[in-house]
């Protein structure tokens, strides 16, 4: 293996969980033994341009090293606390699953469902389709068929950035199984997919590293779904990228839903790519881990394409929740709508960083992104930052910004009505949230996202 050399700002002060200065040194070393387990991971049944792939990330990786506060994209985000701890591939999966164990994951209705358990493909419990124009499985699976390993090679590694992303080099260097979804030329899904990546106590220490490919050929539609949840409590590290590729007349509903252990960390990166008079619609739903992060970047390099961006995030005690988005618009005529909201309480700490970038060809774009934060205790805090960048001259764009606790004028009317003000400081908070699930347009994930919501605010979970 290459000779580890890390680029960390040594005055970047960086603050773990107890508020002592992480070392350089520390980050460094967590560094260098990602890149010496390297060399453990076992590719000898893998194609060779996967391997290739696998050494250009960890030597991407050694380069880049963890992100600090220095890095603007991790400036309101320290990893101080996750690399207090070291993480390490697994290989197989050392415990078993039954149905009653996921039975709460899965949602109301018909659906293909894929389960993985802790980062290994749990075929008893799921179901594969695999026909000429549609396959939704496992990813290894299908790289070892003909029918579809040429078209994994020609888009796995396309979008995902391991050159300035330092997660993303990880995944690529460790990535285990994952999802392979592939939607032919105007076919429309005939089942939602829902991919459910299972953690459970036997996950304690591990590094996992899901990794899913979406191809959506011209004029074909279909819902998939990423559940990232624990059964237990452990301690350990989540890494997920999924590349997206959404071709002229496509339209992908695409949504995360991450519930994972208290105790974990989870870091997940989406990566699009729209052609012409697509539509890609991507969810993104957290309340659980330590420390969570949710990268989606999308190119809309297709005219009259749109994106649309959506979020609610919903953290208690020292949880900290991050997302960032990155819409960047290539093309003319083409839309974008960004909602987030969050409810914190506690001590937790909510990032959003949200950028539109307009280049000059991308005439009539229009674009909206909006975070909206509500303070439920005078220890939680947010940071959010929505960007515009524009450099061409018939667009219409709006960005904003709000943090703030629940409006005292709302609250009086409903404790005027005889209502508890408890009980109305939960319904206006549950009111804020379900604001935002109103853009989901699968009746079964929306009403169990309602069901999540409601649970944490109007009964108090």
């Keep these: ?35 010496a387990l390297f060399d453990d991971v076992d590719r000898a049944s893998e194609p060779q341009w996967l391997g290739a792939q696998r050494r250009a990330s960890i030597e991407n990786f050694a380069t880049l090293g963890f992100p600090t506060t220095k890095n603007e994209d991790w400036h309101f985000t320290s990893v101080a606390s996750l690399l207090e701890q070291s993480y390490a591939p697994v290989a197989t999966a050392s415990s078993a699953l039954a149905e009653r164990d996921i039975e709460q994951f899965r949602f109301a209705g018909e659906w293909q469902t894929l389960v993985f358990l802790n980062g290994n493909f749990v075929a008893h419990l799921s179901d594969v389709e695999a026909s000429a124009k549609l396959y939704a499985g496992p990813l290894r699976r299908a790289l070892s068929d003909e029918r579809y390993a040429r078209v994994i090679e020609q888009h796995h590694g396309g979008l995902a950035d ?31 997919v829902h991919l459910i990546f299972v953690s459970d106590d036997s996950a304690q220490g591990a590094l996992l590293s899901p990794r899913n490919l979406i191809v959506m050929e011209h004029h074909a539609e279909a819902t998939v779904v990423e559940s990232y949840v624990s059964l237990g409590n452990a301690n350990y590290l989540t ?11 496509a339209r992908l509903r695409h949504y995360k839903i991450q519930r994972e252990s208290l105790r974990a960390y989870h870091v997940g990166s989406w990566y699009a790519n729209q052609g012409r008079d697509c539509a890609y619609e991507a969810f993104s739903f957290a309340v659980g881990a330590d420390l969570s992060r949710t990268n989606i970047a999308t190119l809309l390099d297709g005219e009259g394409s749109h994106v649309s961006l959506d979020g609610l995030y919903l953290v208690n005690g020292e949880q900290t929740v991050d997302h960032q988005t990155s819409v960047i618009h290539a093309k003319e005529s083409c839309t974008s709508h960004e909602l987030y909201k969050g409810v914190m309480d506690g ?33 939680a805090r947010v940071d959010t930052k929505p960007q515009l960048e524009i450099y061409a001259d018939d667009v219409k764009c709006t960005h904003g910004a709000t943090i703030g606790p629940v409006d005292s004028t709302a609250l009086f009317y409903l404790k005027s009505r005889g209502i508890g003000p408890e009980i109305a400081l939960r319904l206006l908070t549950y009111a804020f949230a379900a604001e935002v699930l109103e853009e989901l347009t699968i009746p079964a994930v929306r009403d169990e996202l309602e069901k999540l919501a409601f649970e944490r605010f109007a009964v108090g979970a």
């Design 239 to 249: 890494n997920a990228v999924t590349e997206v590729y959404v071709a002229d007349g």
């Design 162 to 192: 391991t050159r300035t992303h330092a997660f993303t080099a990880l995944n690529s260097a460790f990535s285990g199984d994952g999802a392979f979804v592939q939607v032919g030329a105007g076919t429309v899904a005939p089942r939602n």
């Design 347 to 379: 001590e937790s700490h909510a990032v959003f960083n949200g950028k539109v970038y307009v280049r000059p060809e991308a005439q009539k774009t229009d674009g909206k992104q909006s975070n909206n934060n509500l303070l439920l205790s005078d220890g």
């Design 1 to 35: 293996m290459t000779d580890v050399v890390l680029t960390q700002d040594p005055d970047s002060p960086e603050v773990g969980r107890a508020g002592a200065p992480m070392p350089v040194a520390t980050r460094d070393a967590r560094a260098a033994e990602y890149v």
